[in-house]
């Protein structure tokens, strides 16, 4: 499911960078990386925070491990995440945002 670029941040290592939600699965989803991306963070698992454009009171909170990274546009880095250990609640969840095409 396209996301229209949800804006948040990737926590890795308790550094927080800027990051854009691309699209998202059951499977994982896939980021834009932005500003200084540190080093190699395949095999790393992260934490993203995005944010609701309209407030500060909706926050959707998403951990996964880094599968692959290939170089994005104007000097980003896209990421394809692998969500680990979903429980039947969280993925459950996952398929409705999915069925309801949920755009942020």
Same mark, same amino acid.
């Given at each position: 499911?396209?996301?229209?670029?949800?804006?948040?941040?990737?926590?890795?290592?308790?550094?927080?960078?800027?990051?854009? =939600?691309?699209?998202? &699965?059951?499977? *994982?989803? !896939?980021?834009?990386?932005? %500003?200084?991306?540190?080093?190699? +963070?395949?095999?790393?698992?992260?934490?993203?925070?995005?944010?609701?454009?309209?407030?500060?009171?909706?926050?959707?909170?998403?951990?996964?491990? =880094?599968?692959?990274? &290939?170089?994005? *546009?104007? !000097?980003?880095?896209?990421? %394809?995440?692998?969500?680990?250990? +979903?429980?039947?609640?969280?993925?459950?969840?996952?398929?409705?945002?999915?069925?309801?095409?949920?755009?942020?």
């Amino acid at each position: 499911m396209a996301t229209s670029g949800w804006s948040g941040t990737y926590t890795d290592e308790d550094a927080a960078h800027e990051c854009k =939600v691309i699209d998202i &699965s059951v499977l *994982g989803l !896939g980021l834009e990386l932005l %500003g200084d991306v540190p080093g190699d +963070l395949i095999g790393h698992r992260v934490t993203i925070e995005v944010h609701a454009p309209v407030g500060d009171s909706v926050t959707l909170r998403l951990m996964g491990r =880094v599968r692959n990274m &290939s170089p994005g *546009g104007e !000097g980003s880095v896209r990421a %394809g995440l692998e969500f680990v250990g +979903l429980s039947e609640t969280e993925r459950a969840i996952l398929n409705t945002m999915e069925l309801m095409k949920v755009a942020w």
